[in-house]
């Protein structure tokens, strides 16, 4: 196909909001967080605390900017989510010794605990997406790869 027939190909699309990737989506992303906002309620942590937490389980003492890193947030982003839930008492920040310009963040003993009452997590949010492992993870591999052509595109 040559690149006028793509233009028009392009230029045919309807401008209708179910026929849009971006749409698929951010609708798809709604009702994970859905899903997500159940399970974490008794947790009573957010979504986007969960994700901090994730980082720390996986690799506790690290700085803000580390997290940021991991979760695609700036630093103004995430300084709200880490001071509820220091607040909450599941973490602390502290200036680094080497370097006061940045922030340490480290798990509390209850931070570590929370890890054990998540574990049950990963699996209900498998099973409600009704998927096998397999397409799990070649849509997680797809979606990585669109992030970073987008990523890529700015």
Same mark, same amino acid.
């Given at each position: 196909?040559?690149?006028?027939?793509?233009?028009?190909?392009?230029?045919?699309?309807?401008?209708?909001?179910?026929?849009?990737?971006?749409?698929?989506?951010?609708?798809?992303?709604?009702?994970?967080?859905?899903?997500?906002?159940?399970?974490?309620?008794?947790?009573?942590?957010?979504?986007?605390?969960?994700?901090?937490?994730?980082?720390?389980?996986?690799? *506790? +003492?690290? #700085?803000?900017?580390?997290?940021?890193? @991991? /979760?695609?947030?700036?630093? %103004?982003? =995430?300084?709200?989510?880490?001071?509820?839930?220091?607040?909450?008492?599941?973490?602390?920040?502290?200036?680094?010794?080497?370097?006061?310009?940045?922030?340490?963040?480290?798990?509390?003993?209850?931070?570590?605990?929370?890890?054990?009452?998540?574990?049950?997590?990963?699996?209900?949010?498998?099973?409600?997406?009704?998927? *096998? +492992?397999? #397409?799990?993870?070649?849509?997680?591999? @797809? /979606?990585?790869?669109?992030? %970073?052509? =987008?990523?890529?595109?700015?």
């Amino acid at each position: 196909m040559n690149s006028n027939q793509d233009d028009k190909k392009v230029q045919q699309m309807p401008l209708q909001v179910d026929q849009h990737l971006c749409f698929a989506l951010y609708s798809a992303n709604l009702a994970m967080h859905k899903v997500y906002r159940q399970l974490l309620a008794e947790l009573e942590i957010t979504y986007p605390q969960y994700l901090v937490m994730l980082v720390l389980w996986n690799q *506790d +003492d690290v #700085t803000v900017s580390e997290i940021g890193e @991991q /979760l695609f947030l700036d630093s %103004a982003t =995430l300084t709200p989510l880490l001071k509820r839930l220091e607040v909450a008492g599941l973490l602390r920040r502290q200036r680094s010794r080497r370097d006061e310009r940045q922030v340490v963040v480290t798990l509390t003993d209850e931070g570590h605990a929370l890890r054990e009452r998540a574990q049950s997590i990963p699996e209900a949010v498998r099973c409600a997406t009704a998927c *096998d +492992d397999d #397409t799990l993870i070649a849509l997680k591999n @797809q /979606l990585d790869d669109l992030r %970073a052509n =987008l990523n890529r595109a700015k």
